[in-house]
């Protein structure tokens, strides 16, 4: 989600850990808890211990994401937009577990994925890849002085003394940038030197991008690292236009194991001869306990598991992979009511790349038959995995402005 129109999902984005933007000020005013914590230690530390703090903290977030690398977990990203009298009228769920393929890049596996129902936001392919795991962001030590960090005092939450920080980028990125920060406050364990809870919003905003207040909290995994295990948000995004949109989200993170190397994903020509995983190497075949040919039968012809029936591989949002996507022609009939909005398109690609059917499933209905005739010509890489080429389903999304 996230160049968004009202696109929703850059939440996450947030959600994960810390993407630090705007201006301090700001983000003491609109992240910061309504009431001042209720701090346990002396917030007069000199500032050599409060660069020391800073300093280690921000190298165990860089031992973290390397550690995470090394992760496999389950993500179940729950975003519902809420109506007027508090109902819930569209809803965006998506259940995956996530591991690690033999070049390290991570893989989305998707167990549960229903149609989105959103209706005052829609889904791009940047906010696939920001729901793509815990985050894509972390305070890194490399980036520490690219932020402000002013230390707030000390404050005890469940059992744990807490360093409390606000912090934001010194400079603003470029809102055309692809680069999203994080503007808000940060509670960091005093004896792990660890982030542990995390509360603010991305950044840069614009008219048209607005994201909610995320609180993230981590639990200590394999009594190392502190990985975030759920985010929350409840929250209005008011547009420039008077637009009040709210959404709630809800992201848990589960089952984290170590797990690299489960899954192979190659493009054409570039397939291992062996391709059997970890889990077939050491499972034993079933016994075939089907019956065997009488002596006066037909011998049966050998089936060719390889060759049977696939249903497709989920692919989700699917702009950002084609190697080839036309855009749209606004119709002539649409411009008598000057329509405009976005419209997704679920598709189907066979095992070359080939778009092979089109339906829309989102948008205006003067809009749908431009947006399905599109699609149909867009192309991309054939989907390998593990050695064998896949159908690959998902969505494409095309935005059409009034004529």
Same mark, same amino acid.
């Given at each position: ?8 999902? =850059? ?41 020391? @703090? ?8 860089? !031992? ?15 975003? !519902? ?70 230390? @707030?005092?000390?404050? $005890? ?47 840069? =905003? ?13 639990? !200590? ?28 989200? $809800? ?10 190397? $489960?899954?192979?994903? %190659? ?14 190497? !050491? ?6 306990? $089907? ?92 989907? @390998? ?11 494409? %999304? ?6």
């Amino acid at each position: 989600m996230m160049p968004i129109n009202k696109k929703l999902l =850059e939440i996450v984005v947030c959600a994960g850990l810390l993407l630090l933007t705007g201006h301090l000020t700001a983000a003491q005013q609109t992240t910061a808890d309504a009431k001042a914590p209720t701090m346990t230690g002396p917030a007069n530390l000199s500032q050599a211990q409060i660069d020391d @703090i800073i300093r280690r903290f921000t190298a165990k977030e860089t !031992q973290f994401r390397q550690a995470l690398n090394s992760y496999a977990f389950k993500r179940d990203a729950l975003i !519902q937009e809420i109506g007027m009298g508090g109902q819930v009228i569209g809803e965006y769920h998506r259940v995956s577990d996530f591991t690690f393929d033999d070049k390290g890049t991570r893989f989305e596996k998707i167990n549960f994925f229903p149609m989105p129902s959103l209706q005052g936001a829609t889904m791009t392919n940047e906010d696939l890849e920001d729901l793509g795991g815990v985050n894509p962001f972390a305070l890194e030590g490399a980036k520490a002085a690219l932020y402000n960090f002013k230390y @707030i005092g000390k404050e $005890r939450i469940d059992e744990l003394d807490l360093y409390v920080f606000d912090v934001a980028p010194k400079v603003m990125p470029d809102p055309k940038s692809k680069e999203r920060v994080f503007v808000g406050r940060i509670w960091v364990d005093d004896h792990d030197l660890q982030i542990v809870k995390a509360k603010g919003k991305a950044g840069p =905003e614009t008219k048209k991008n607005k994201f909610p207040v995320v609180e993230t909290y981590r639990e !200590q995994i394999d009594g190392k690292y502190w990985f975030p295990t759920y985010a929350y948000a409840d929250d209005d995004l008011v547009f420039d236009n008077g637009t009040d949109f709210r959404i709630r989200m $809800r992201v848990k993170y589960t089952d984290f194991v170590v797990g690299r190397g $489960r899954v192979t994903i %190659t493009e054409v020509g570039e397939a291992p001869e062996t391709t059997r995983t970890k889990s077939e190497q !050491q499972t034993p075949a079933k016994p075939d306990t $089907r019956p065997t040919s009488s002596p006066t039968s037909q011998p049966q012809p050998t089936t060719d598991t390889a060759s049977e029936e696939k249903a497709p591989t989920e692919g989700g949002f699917l702009n950002g992979k084609a190697i080839d996507l036309p855009q749209a022609t606004y119709p002539d009939e649409a411009r008598k009511s000057h329509a405009a909005g976005t419209v997704q398109v679920q598709v189907l690609i066979d095992e070359t790349g080939k778009v092979i059917s089109a339906k829309a499933v989102f948008g205006p209905e003067a809009l749908r038959d431009a947006a399905v005739k599109a699609a149909l010509r867009a192309k991309f890489k054939p989907t @390998i995995v593990d050695g064998v080429a896949v159908k690959v389903s998902g969505i494409l %999304t095309y935005d059409f402005v009034a004529q």
